[in-house]
Structures are given as C-alpha cells and as structure tokens.
C-alpha cells in the first residue's frame, strides 16, 4: 500500500520565480492538506482540500493557492516567491471523518 | 502565546528509560489528539492518535489527554536509540476540518 508520495523531494527556485509541488494521497484516503515546515519548527497549515475544493486555510497569503484533481491528488501553487518562503513542504492526506493525517515525506524548497 | 506549546528539549536518556514527552493547548475546540515522530529531513509518521480524553495504549507507546487541563501526554516504555527523533504533538479541530496545529517539537536522543 503506497503511502502519501510527493514531488519533487527538492527544488531550488530563485526569488520572484513561481512553483508547482505535488502530491498523491495514500490510497483510500480523499481529503489533502498541506503544511509548511520552518527549520526548527513545526509544521504549520497551509489549506486543506476535499471534493476538489479549498475547504479549510490558515494563516498564509494568496500567493499559495492549490487544486485537487477527481482522483484526489493535489498541487500546491505558490507565486513570487520569498527567501522566507525556504522551507519543507508536507502534504497530509486522510479520509473524511476518520483516522489520522498522513503524511509524505516533503519537498524542500529553497529560495536564492 | 501559542496555542500549542511543547518543551523544545532536546531531550537525552538511556536506553530502557521511561520517557514522557508533555504539551499544554489553549483552543476549547480540540477535539482529535495526535502525535507524530520525525527524524531528521523526513515527514512525520504519525504515532498515536486519539479523540477527547483519556488513554491510548500500542506497544510501547501510551498517549494521554486531559482535556479539563488542556494536557497532552506521550510516554514511551523500554526507550530504544532507534527513538531518537523528534516528537510532535498536533491537536486539531473536529468535524470537517481536520486542521492540525502543531507544538514546535521536542527533541529525543535515547543513548544505547
């Protein structure tokens, strides 16, 4: 049973410059989340999608933006981007109204 | 003041010992509780996970929750040196939702 895969697993990207991360959910499961990882710290909500819609986002700028695809994989989107915006990008997947949130091993972004 | 606060650590004890791993909320509406184990430049795998209070037991892993406190717990018997990681704990909000908010994590080394 594969578990929740991403890609790519690093990315260097240079300010100002537009990125796409994606992310296959574990099978079963229909409901996506993303996080960002800070050194150090732990990793905070980016937005959630379910039935191919944003459902749910926390505390981050328009710049990220998302999509779920009808078989449940999802991009994360993020324009202009920061040096701030250096971080492990985690995606989460779980099924609507049960167990735990799984989680995929990351994409390191680094901004130069 | 954060929502979620967790004692940074790090952490060290021998192997065998009995390690208590502790996290204090401040949202009323945490209702799912979950820890995660994270070793260096991966994703969280997800440990335990347990809804409203009280106790949760596998394998060596109990977790705790004591919501009248707004006290999460997670002990871990028979210590290993393969435990060394970082441990995350991440209560969230029910229904839909499912966001989690994570404590910054406390590092654990067992020394064999």
């Known amino acids: 049973d594969a578990g929740v895969t991403q890609s790519p697993t690093h990315l260097i990207k240079t300010r100002g410059q537009q990125v796409t991360l994606r992310c296959s959910p574990k099978?079963?499961?229909?409901?996506v989340s993303w996080y960002q990882q800070a050194l150090g710290q732990g990793p905070q909500f980016i937005f959630q999608?379910?039935?191919?819609?944003?459902?749910q986002r926390g505390n981050f700028p328009d710049r990220f933006s998302g999509h779920q695809f009808p078989n449940y994989s999802s991009e994360l989107n993020v324009n202009a981007l920061l040096l701030g915006d250096s971080a492990l990008y985690l995606c989460a997947s779980y099924l609507q109204g049960a167990g735990g949130a799984f989680f995929g091993q990351g994409t390191r972004l680094t901004v130069v | 003041q954060k929502e979620v606060e967790q004692d940074p650590g790090p952490l060290s004890v021998p192997e065998g010992a009995i390690v208590s791993l502790n996290c204090t909320y401040s949202n009323s509406a945490f209702q799912y509780f979950m820890w995660y184990r994270q070793y260096s430049r991966k994703g969280p795998e997800l440990l335990m996970y347990t809804y409203s209070s009280g106790n949760k037991e596998d394998g060596r892993f109990t977790a705790q929750v004591d919501k009248s406190s707004k006290y999460i717990s997670l002990f871990i018997r028979d210590s290993q040196p393969s435990d060394s990681a970082t441990y995350l704990c991440?209560?969230?909000?029910?229904?839909?939702?499912?966001?989690?908010?994570f404590g910054s994590g406390t590092q654990l080394t067992v020394l064999p």
């Open positions: 991440a209560p969230g909000v029910g229904g839909s939702a499912r966001q989690l908010t």
């Open positions: 099978s079963g499961h229909d409901t």
């Open positions: 999608y379910y039935e191919e819609e944003e459902r």
